[in-house]
């Protein structure tokens, strides 16, 4: 009996924007639930340095505002769940988009995140190392340090799980942009150098970053159990990652929680409560 491999759309845009980049996966997300376009693996970097900040967060409480303000970090507000990161242009960043119901990625939130990370760690074994899944954290670790970290998100019929990849990585910086560095590492690290680790100091040495997405692509491939031929992204999903990018780049929609919290309280000071 012959078992029918599934095959995906890979698609790599390398470096773009970050508002643009959480538009995007959207826009692919919602193209994939529908059933208009094959399951998908996304690959991409930053342009300049981001945090993305998860879908549940208040921005006051995990980033310094005005230090992203004067030194040019993008602040974003994805539709997923998860944790606030750090990222910049020497980490490859990974949507895994697939639709719900297919069989591929789990209905099952931890299982869904086990198998997507099964394809960082495969990675990294062809590579030469042993990651270590850390399902509390959603990561993957390496010598006791994380090397990549993940979130998940459902809509529209799709399920993302989108993570990073360390290449490697401005430590001290993220120490700068979040009030909480350590919030999702190691309970034991007191700063980011601590409770990260870079494949650059792993291998001793830059690495060469086609070689690497090659690896990891392979990598989800095995741990999804299908084959990710490249492709291209559709007019239609370009033209509302357009669309979506303005709502990504209101302050409406990136303070729209803090907003939240502080009517609120205001509602609750004019009571008298």
């Avoid at 967060?57 to 004067?70: G, K, N, R, S, W």
């Avoid at 719900?100 to 990625?105: H, L």
């Avoid at 509390?136 to 970290?149: C, D, L």
């Avoid at 979040?178 to 309970?187: D, G, I, V, Y």
């Amino acid at each position: 009996m012959t078992v029918k491999i599934m095959s995906w759309r890979f698609v790599d845009i390398d470096r773009i924007d970050g508002y643009f980049s959480a538009a995007l996966f959207e826009s692919i997300g919602k193209h994939v639930g529908s059933g208009r376009v094959d399951e998908t693996v996304l690959f991409w970097r930053v342009k300049t340095p981001t945090v993305y900040l998860g879908y549940h967060q208040y921005v006051e409480d995990e980033i310094h505002e005005d230090y992203c303000a004067t030194s040019g970090v993008q602040i974003i507000r994805r539709v997923l769940g998860g944790g606030c990161g750090f990222c910049d242009k020497n980490q490859i960043l990974f949507s895994i988009i697939g639709r719900e119901g297919s069989g591929v990625v789990s209905p099952d939130i931890q299982k869904a995140y086990s198998c997507v990370l099964g394809g960082v760690v495969a990675a990294l074994k062809t590579l030469g190392f042993e990651g270590e899944l850390e399902l509390t954290r959603s990561a993957v670790y390496m010598r006791g340090r994380k090397i990549s970290g993940s979130a998940q998100g459902r809509f529209n019929g799709a399920v993302l799980v989108n993570g990073s990849f360390l290449l490697d990585f401005d430590f001290d910086e993220m120490d700068r942009v979040l009030k909480n560095p350590t919030k999702n590492l190691a309970e034991d690290v007191t700063c980011a150098r601590d409770g990260m680790i870079t494949l650059s100091e792993l291998i001793g040495y830059d690495s060469d970053i086609e070689y690497v997405k090659n690896v990891l692509k392979r990598g989800f491939e095995t741990a999804l159990g299908m084959t990710a031929r490249r492709g291209a992204l559709t007019k239609s999903e370009i033209e509302l990652a357009k669309h979506l990018s303005k709502r990504h780049k209101s302050r409406d929609w990136i303070y729209r929680l803090d907003e939240k919290r502080r009517k609120r309280l205001r509602r609750k000071r004019g009571r008298g409560d």
